[in-house]
């Protein structure tokens, strides 16, 4: 693909494969094209690796942050399970959201915990709302120690963040699937994978070997889930489409 910026005649044209297409520069289909790229680019050159939240790195696009919290505040979930820790701060920043809230707890699960890792989130103020549980997300002996820790009736939003292979996300999708509540999510993060295959740092393994992959085949076994972005609570653009890491992530349980 071929993308032609012309800010002296404001237009953009994308030329991929026999096909044309030109359009205005200051709309919302330049919009779009312009940040498919930007995202790419971006993810390239590691831009998310240059955000922190309460002390914490946290490595995640800022919009997937905002949208996440939107979906968080509406929900008010009792417990926030994600797996993948990394540096902690996705814990950090969700438990910093159950502290506004006044409500909810975050469980942290991951392979391998490093030390000091471990020890920045056992002494930030937020502690007492995370639960660390170190050992394979996919162990069926991890997924009963989470289960262990949500009490009968409490509200589970679940996030999948550790190895986005395919196989390994088909496995957290059947392990955790069972926790989410009604009309809460589960989500397959980092759908992007899937679109990065012909970026420097990508690999061409990719196009198939995604989180999205794994989702389209979950979604077919489990009629209780359905695929749903969910909505913007507030929007005074004409845009509708999100800037995101996470493409066909939000499954929503229905019944």
Known sequence: MRLVIDTDHSSLTCEHDDRTEKVPLYSDRAFELISEQWLKVGWNQRYPYTFSWFGRPIIQLPEDMVRVQEVIYRLHPDVILETGVA??????YYA???????????????????????????????????????????????VDAARYLIKPGESVLVLLDSNHSRDHVAAELEAYHSLVTENSYLVATDGIMKDLADVPRGDSSWEDDNPVSAVN????????????????????????????????????RIR
Do not use: M, Y
Request: net charge negative.
């Open 87 to 92: 540096h902690g701060g996705s814990l950090i």
């Open 96 to 142: 910093s959201l159950c502290q506004a809230l006044g409500q909810g707890r975050v469980i942290g699960i991951d392979i391998e915990i490093r030390p000091a890792n471990r020890l920045a989130i056992q002494q930030h103020p937020l502690a007492s709302r995370i639960e660390l549980i170190e050992g394979s997300s996919v162990d069926p002996f991890i």
């Open 217 to 252: 085949e979950f979604l077919e076994r489990h009629p209780e889930f359905i695929l749903e972005q969910p909505a913007w609570p507030f929007n005074e653009s004409t845009l509708q489409k999100n800037l995101t890491h996470w493409p066909s992530a939000w499954l929503r």
